[in-house]
Structure formats: structure tokens, C-alpha cells
């Protein structure tokens, strides 16, 4: 996603730029600490390399569309930093949840690490206990990062404790929803639609909308009233984007969603696609389909085509679009500059393009 603000080429170097300072500061501090904490440095760029920088771009787009002047620029490209290096760290530790060992077609931290254990002699369990070591050691270091930016940023003690409160919320929250995925996940009964939903909700909204916006808007000196429309926006805007997740893990293709087609049936992730599926008369089908995924790509293709003709697919669609409405409604009825408005709508028409 790409965040169109009037400087945004000057906010994407910047951000690059303060990005890159952190990563020089972690790759320095552990120079003394041994070459595997060199090479977990190492890794760790990789891993904060080449994103779409899209949730720090939101930080500097709310700050410029809401005529921002009260804070150094210095301070609004380190805390938006902050915020792609939380999303780093989240990258990093749920690919240890789900065993991922690569990301986007390459390693990632924790495949790296499973690889450099078997070429230090370890057993096949020993090489995956270093992997997932790593990825959760490296997740640490970046979350610490985050907060570290933010606490340092040279703004009004107020001003800080507000951002604070704002990477708190985010973290707090995505724990939250992540651990309730994953409770879903592993449960053996059938869970409610409406707690699959909250969890969907809970991961992603807040980290990725809510709290990058509400970020540039404290920065900007915005009222009240304007951080809470971008709360509300953010939160649904957040949960159109991870539904439309949902439908990319079930039916996207791996350029678009960086893993294998249909990573989430072969993983049997109980998503809001399946709480739907499970609410259809075609449901019995559709299980049967799920229960073969995991056996290979044209068991996948039979539990998409279940999915579909089940009518799921369509009806979480619909869903989508109702929840990106409702986000353009908030922004409609909002008291927010009209370039602010602008911006926000433009993010609605773009999650809308993911669909897949």
C-alpha cells in the first residue's frame, strides 16, 4: 500500500533514513557480543528490508494532512520508524507461531537460523529450537527498538507519554488477538463467529491503522474529536484489511500473499471464511474438503472450490465492502481537514484493491 501525501517521496527517505539509523545502532551494540549476535543483526535487517513502509507513511500523512507544525521533523521520522519496526517484530514472531521458514520466496530470520544450525552439526530438532530462538530473540530486539525511538523523540513530555500510550495499545492488543487466533486454532470444538472475528479485528487493526494515524494526529496537535474519528476509521479500515487477508491466505496467489496458495487451509486456520462456511448448508462439504488440504496443492484447490460454491467466499466479500463503507462513512461525517479526508479515502479505495 502506498500512503499519497504531497511529500511523500521527501517522508520515505526520511523514514528510510531514521530506519537505517536503528539498524546501524543494534548492528553496532552487538559487535562485542559474538558472531551469532552479529549474524541475528544481520538477519534482522533483512527482515526490516524492502516493506511497503506503509503504517509509518500513515503516520506522516495524518501529521501532514492535519497541517502538523508542533513537532521537529526529526522526531515525526523517528516515531513513524518506530512504527515500521513494531511491524517488523510482529512479522518476526508470527512466523514463529505458524512455523514459517520463509517469507516472500527467501528465508526468514528463524529459516536462517534453522539452516546455520545444521551447518553447525545440530539434529533436525536442534536446528528448528535455534530457528525459533531466534526469530523470538530478534522480535524482542525490534519491539524494545520501537519503544526506545519513541521514548527518545524530542517532543513535549505530554506529547510523549500520549505516543507511548499508543505503542502500548498496539502491542497489547495484537498479543491479545494473536493468542486468541491461536486459541482458535488449537481448540477442537467450533468457534463462535463472532469471537474469530474479534481476533481478526484485534491483530492487525490497531498496530497497522488506528494507532499510526492517531500517532501523526497527536503529533499535529489534533483535537480530540479528530483522534477518535481516526480510532474509529482505523479499526474498521484495520479489520477490511485482515479480512481481505483472510480471503488472500485462502484463495490469493503466492505473489500476492508471499506464501504457498492457500497457506491458511493448509494450516487449518479457523478464520471468519470458515465461521461463514460453517453457517452454509454446503458445510459438510466444505469439511471434508478442509480436512484434505494440508496433503498438497490439489487437495487446496478442492477445499477453494468447496469454499466457494459454499457461497463463504462471496459473503465475506460482502463484508469487506460493508466495512470499508462504514469507514468511509466515519470519514464523511468527520470534522477533519478535507485533505485529511481525501488521504483517508484514498487508503479505503486501496485496501479495496487487495481483494483478491
Known amino acids: 500500500m502506498i500512503v499519497a501525501v504531497p511529500s511523500a517521496p521527501t517522508a520515505r527517505q526520511e523514514i528510510e533514513d531514521a530506519i537505517e539509523t536503528a539498524l546501524e545502532r543494534l548492528e553496532y551494540r552487538v559487535v562485542p557480543l559474538g558472531e551469532g549476535a552479529r549474524a541475528l543483526a544481520s538477519a534482522i535487517r533483512r527482515a526490516a528490508t524492502g516493506g511497503k513502509r506503509f503504517r509509518p507513511l500513515l503516520v506522516a500523512a495524518a501529521y501532514d494532512t492535519l497541517d502538523g507544525d508542533a513537532v521537529a521533523l526529526s522526531a515525526l521520522w523517528q516515531v513513524a520508524a518506530a512504527f515500521e519496526l513494531l511491524h517488523t517484530a510482529f512479522v518476526v ?3 514463529v507461531i505458524d512455523h514459517d521458514l520463509e517469507r516472500r520466496g527467501i528465508p526468514n530470520i528463524g529459516g536462517e537460523f534453522r539452516q546455520r544450525g ?8 536442534g536446528a528448528a529450537l535455534l530457528g525459533n530462538a531466534a526469530g523470538i530473540l530478534a522480535g524482542d530486539m525490534l519491539l524494545h527498538e520501537a519503544g526506545r525511538l519513541v521514548a527518545l523523540a524530542d517532543v513535549p513530555a505530554g506529547m510523549r507519554a500520549e505516543l507511548m500510550r499508543l505503542v502500548e495499545d498496539a502491542v497489547i492488543v495484537s498479543a491479545a488477538g494473536e ?3 491461536v ?11 463472532m469471537t474469530v472475528l474479534k481476533a481478526t479485528r484485534d491483530k492487525t487493526a490497531v498496530y497497522s491503522f488506528s494507532a499510526p494515524l492517531q500517532a501523526g494526529a497527536v503529533m499535529a496537535g489534533a483535537s480530540e474529536a ?3 474519528a481516526l480510532e474509529r476509521f482505523g479499526e474498521r479500515l484495520g479489520l477490511a484489511y485482515q479480512l481481505i487477508d483472510d480471503l488472500i491466505g485462502a484463495f490469493g496467489t503466492p505473489a500476492v500473499s508471499g506464501k504457498d496458495e492457500g497457506c491458511d487451509l493448509r494450516e487449518a486456520k479457523k478464520t471468519h471464511l ?3 462456511a460453517r453457517e452454509t448448508a454446503d458445510w459438510p462439504e466444505v469439511s471434508l474438503a478442509l480436512a484434505q488440504a494440508h496433503t498438497g496443492p490439489v487437495a487446496i484447490r478442492a477445499a477453494q472450490a ?8 462471496k459473503a465475506l466479500e460482502r463484508m469487506v465492502y460493508e466495512t470499508l463503507e462504514e469507514a468511509t462513512m466515519i470519514v464523511e461525517g468527520a470534522l477533519l481537514p478535507s485533505a485529511c ?3 483517508l479515502l484514498e487508503l479505503v479505495d486501496t485496501v479495496a484493491e487487495r481483494v483478491p
Open 341 to 343: 479526508k481525501a488521504m
Open 93 to 95: 514472531h508470527d512466523d
Open 274 to 276: 470458515i465461521s461463514l
Open 183 to 193: 486459541e482458535n486454532a488449537v481448540s477442537a470444538g467450533d468457534v463462535d463467529a
Open 179 to 181: 493468542l486468541a487466533d
Open 118 to 125: 545444521l551447518e553447525k552439526g545440530a539434529d533436525e530438532d
Open 306 to 313: 468447496a469454499l466457494s460454491a459454499s457461497g463463504a467466499r
Open 226 to 228: 479528530s483522534l477518535h
